[in-house]
């Protein structure tokens, strides 16, 4: 965020990919000059994905950054939220529950609010919050359906404030590295995308134990996880979407496909499944002390179950996506996911008027919120020239979480000396809003079977800042001729 801004200011783009490199060549160091003030955060929802920023304001960024208040329907988790602020020896943020949530913000004023709450009421808190004066950081997705996307666009309009979605996979340094070599020409200008997102079934059975699995909650996989890939996409090509060609079925998480391995079941729960010897899908809650803590210990408040049958029939979410989205550029992407898969990862490939850019990565597969300390990513890169030798790209590797994109976010988000970004991977409201109506745009297409186009689903929804790229009129080299190859 710009430091001298009380609201997260829109960068103006830096020319030239010199500084930007540079930018993103080693993590940031604190600026000798810092604000006076500390920012004051509130924070709803303090579930697992709230942790990255509580551990940000309680760690490295504690010195701009302090966590006033927490919201949660689940006293239960205030409390935990508080002893763990404890332990990082941290001022004990105030609890406060969600029918309170109003009085929070009057009686703490909060600079910020930050969103982690389940999908389908982010809405209702940010344009609470925006509504109050506040500025907004929210956890992708920015919302699930049309119609709450358009709320969220009014009250931006309306309140002139601004929201920061944390789309970290941009900011990973392998993914900025793809986002440079693009818009250095390497491949010319991009006429279509392949993109392939494969969940295996360690961490993608685990959206179907969870809430996830409640399309009505999350948005189904095409919301809640596909939000960052087309995010990435969009920021990739810097350009949006036009149209939407979806088909989806839900065809391994079946009741049926337990009983073709030997179950009987499904049954609701794995903590009290008869059959949870036989089934390798079981998931013991008590293993992990982060999860035990968290949901375990806390469910007597709101009978909430963090270790649900995969196999259960009130499942209504997809496991097996495709997706084509029409470009305003012209670009088409081709894309599909699938959550049952051998391997987890994704591979993508970038066919240009000069080439063609293939990226991808094996990712390590990991239960959400659990404790366990993240693998490194094994990610190719690589060019190859529409007449000529392929050639490598070392991949620009980070530390940490998200290939290391979430200290870099973190830092872009709470450092208010933090440098102008070329690349411009800040995300707000339009880029939020651009990513999931793709999403939502095909869960139409899987209730329908017809296209459906971005412009019909929300109003007023303007293009969010990217950074330049070689477009259809520059002109391009003649390929080698074929006894030059």
Known sequence: MDGDSPTFGRRAVMTGLGA???????????????????????????????????????????????LVAICDTNPGRLALAQRRAAEAGAPSPRPYLAAEFDTMLRDRRPDALIVCPPDNVHD????????????????????????KAQRILDAVRRSGRHIRVTFNYRYSPFR????????????????????????????????????????????????????????????????????????????YYIPAMARRMGL???????????????????????????????????????????????????????DTMNVVVGYQGGATLSYSLNAFNAWEGYRIAFNGTKGRLEHGAVEPALV???????????????????????REIEPRM????????D???????????????????????????????????????????????IADLVTGLERPDYPAMPTRQDRIPMPLRTDQV
Not at 26 to 54: D, H, I, K, N, W
Not at 291 to 303: K, M, P, T, W
Not at 409 to 415: E, H, P, R, S, V
Request: with cysteine.
């Open 20 to 66: 930007g490199a540079a930018a993103l060549a080693a993590p940031r160091v604190a600026a000798q000059a810092r604000a006076t003030r500390r920012r004051r955060y509130a924070l709803v929802g303090c579930g697992s994905r709230s942790r990255m920023f509580e551990t940000a304001i309680w760690g490295p960024h504690r010195g701009e950054a302090e």
């Open 124 to 147: 209702d808190y940010v344009v609470r919050a925006l509504d109050a004066g506040l500025d907004v950081i929210t956890e992708k997705p920015m919302t699930t359906e049309a119609g």
């Open 176 to 251: 900025t590295q793809v986002k440079e070599l693009l818009m250095a020409g390497e491949i010319g200008d991009v006429l279509s995308v392949d993109f392939q997102w494969l969940l295996n079934t360690v961490h993608g059975a685990d959206y179907f134990r969870r809430w996830h699995s409640d399309k009505s909650i999350s948005g189904g996989l095409m919301v809640h996880k596909a939000t960052h890939h087309f995010d990435l996409v969009n920021w990739w090509l810097s350009d949006v979407p036009e149209s939407v060609i979806a088909t989806g079925k839900k065809e």
């Open 264 to 318: 009987s079941g499904p049954h609701q729960r794995c903590r009290t499944c008869p059959e949870k010897a036989a089934c390798s899908f079981f998931f013991d809650l008590e293993e992990d002390a982060a999860l035990r803590a968290l949901y375990l210990e806390n469910e007597r408040y709101d009978g909430y179950h963090r270790d649900q049958c995969v196999w259960r029939e009130s499942i209504d979410i997809e």
């Open 368 to 390: 959400a919120g659990a404790s366990r300390e993240q693998d490194r990513e094994i990610v190719h890169t690589r060019i190859i020239p529409l007449r000529g030798a392929a």
């Open 398 to 405: 980070g530390e940490g979480a998200h290939g290391g994109g």
């Open 407 to 453: 200290a870099v976010m973190l830092a872009d988000l709470f450092d208010p000396d933090a440098p102008a970004d070329p690349l411009l991977r800040a995300a707000d409201e339009r880029a939020g809003a651009a990513s999931i109506l793709v999403g939502v745009a095909a869960n139409q297409c899987f209730r329908t079977g017809q296209p459906v186009r």
